[in-house]
């Protein structure tokens, strides 16, 4: 078999592998230095829109070569996992709102299961492949790497779409030391004149196309914020009370988006139960019963606490 018949046959199966495992999109790139991204990177971090992640200010060099990051390794492999919650799955009117991604079990445990599976499966079809599973969880430009593995463009909101589903999925990656044939980037801004996620944003946090200011997102004060959120955003939270989608709901590209089939990302019945009357008396022994599988862990009770008290002042 000669060379280029065996790299496309190494994709091939990679991807049919991704299928196997639920995966609704996946891309292949060549691991090197994302040079186009260095300086958006370096330019974010000297306006400080990081806020107070401060992690995000270390491993420079790892978060724009993976080769730092996994030591030999050849490729990237993005994947996309759909998390958009089929209708009976989402929370009514009478709930304080939760970001869709945390409706379910912890994507980190949910996502990272497959990627291991698929890569157990990987080794028994190809060979040895020695590389390492990313969930989120790691210096990695996730988006930079989807985007040139073809699998969407960075939006205005900073958000990976995808023309087929739209942004309501979850990005992991593979990166391996296996060669493998690789697919084209995605160069064309897709979104046009539209501005709609600009415009709808509660707190402007989208300063300009392709730039959130951490340091305004209700995304950031909900979730990574270990403070007091500022009394400046009083009355602008819109009722979130985890997270924030607006910027996606708003996004004429989801039109395209569709129900899920994991059952393991769909809310238990306890949770859907939790209105905003029950959210307000939650106390610490119910929040760990509700959410003890749950991506709101993160905030902590404490945390989400806080948030509800935000949004009732």
Not at 263 to 276: I, N, S, V, W, Y
Request: charged share 30%.
């Amino acid at each position: 078999m000669q060379k280029d018949e065996q790299l496309a046959k190494r994709s091939r199966l990679i991807k049919q592998a991704a299928e196997r495992h639920g995966f609704m999109a996946c891309g292949i790139a060549k691991a090197e230095f994302l040079h186009d991204h260095a300086p958006r990177l370096e330019q974010w971090l000297k306006d400080q829109r990081q806020a107070t992640m401060s992690y995000m200010e270390r491993n420079f060099d790892k978060r724009l070569d993976p080769r730092k990051l996994v030591e030999g390794s050849k490729s990237v492999v993005s994947l996309l996992f759909n998390y958009y919650p089929p209708e009976s799955a989402r929370l009514g009117q009478s709930h304080f709102k939760i970001s869709k991604y945390a409706y379910g079990e912890d994507y980190h445990r949910v996502i990272k299961d497959k990627l291991k599976e698929m890569l157990s499966e990987l080794r028994d079809e190809i060979g040895q492949i020695e590389g390492r599973a990313f969930v989120d969880s790691a210096p990695i430009l996730e988006k930079a790497w989807a985007e040139r593995s073809g699998l969407g463009w960075i939006a205005k909101n900073s958000n990976l779409i995808n023309k087929r589903q739209g942004s309501f999925f979850f990005l992991a990656e593979l990166i391996i030391d296996l060669e493998c044939a690789y697919d084209t980037p995605i160069t064309a801004d897709h979104c046009g004149i539209c501005t709609a996620c600009i415009e709808a944003c509660p707190t402007e946090a989208i300063v300009s196309p392709m730039v959130v200011d951490a340091g305004k997102c209700i995304s950031y004060f909900t979730i990574e914020l270990k403070e007091a959120i500022p009394s400046s955003f009083k009355g602008s939270f819109d009722d979130w009370a985890f997270g924030c989608d607006t910027c996606q709901d708003v996004c004429p590209w989801n039109r395209f988006s569709s129900p899920h089939n994991e059952p393991r990302l769909l809310p238990t019945p306890a949770f859907q139960e939790l209105d905003a009357a029950a959210m307000i008396e939650l106390t610490e022994e119910t929040f760990k019963q509700v959410f003890s599988k749950s991506a709101l862990k993160r905030t902590k009770f404490n945390g989400l606490k806080r948030n509800i008290d935000f949004l009732r002042q």
